[in-house]
T-cell receptor, first 111, second 111 residues
């Protein structure tokens, strides 16, 4: 049973470009969560999605960030017009019930 | 507002010792308390979890102690090994919602 998959694992973007991060949940899981981890810090919740629905986006910055989980395909976290402060590790987690299982993360570097 | 407080920030223990990491929470609606282990460059891995109707749970060398009245819980690692050196995060969850993480503890087990 494959775990949570994320790609790319590393992403370098120049300021002003767009970043697209993808997450495929574990088989049978219908809940997807995105978290951000800044260097030497804990994980901070960003958004919780189910298929075609955003359930809780209370942790998402109001501008430039968006997320989706379409009926077919992976969940996408999109960051428009990236700035240096967006440099972080972005983790996706999926769950069927309470337990959330994390993917390996995408490390975004903005130059 | 920090809802889960974790201590210590860092901990150094000799091989075979019993490191103890503590967490305290505020929101009494939390009903699931997992611990995650994270190695550098990797995603958090679910280690062990407990619900508030249980005071203690053991899985292998890892034990969670839970004190509902004090709103505190802790992780104990028995017979610690150098391979246990990692960052440990406690977290709390209400329903199928977002995980709220502690700040993390960087654990080093010296040979």
């Amino acid at each position: 049973n494959a775990g949570v998959m994320q790609n790319p694992r590393h992403l370098v973007r120049r300021r002003g470009q767009e970043a697209r991060l993808r997450c495929s949940p574990m088989k049978g899981h219908s809940h997807v969560y995105w978290y951000r981890q800044l260097p030497e810090e804990g994980l901070k919740f960003m958004v919780y999605l189910q298929k075609e629905n955003i359930i809780d986006e209370s942790g998402m910055p109001k501008e430039r960030f968006s997320a989706e989980f379409p009926k077919e395909g992976p969940s996408i976290l999109r960051i428009q017009q990236v700035v240096r402060g967006d440099s972080a590790a972005y983790f996706c987690a999926s769950s069927g019930q309470a337990e959330q299982y994390f993917g390996p993360g995408t490390r975004l570097t903005v130059t | 507002q920090q809802q889960v407080k974790q201590s210590p920030q860092s901990l150094i223990v000799q091989k075979g010792g019993i490191p103890i990491i503590n967490c305290a929470y505020e929101n009494t609606a939390f009903d699931y308390f997992p611990w995650y282990q994270q190695f550098p460059g990797k995603g958090p891995a679910l280690l062990i979890a407990i619900r508030p109707d249980v005071s203690e749970k053991k899985e292998g060398r890892f034990t969670i102690s839970f004190n509902k009245s004090a709103k505190q819980f802790s992780l104990h690692i028995m017979d610690s090994q150098p391979g246990d050196s990692a960052t440990y995060f406690c977290a709390a969850l209400q329903g199928a919602q977002k995980l709220v993480f502690g700040q993390g503890t960087r654990l080093t087990i010296n040979p």
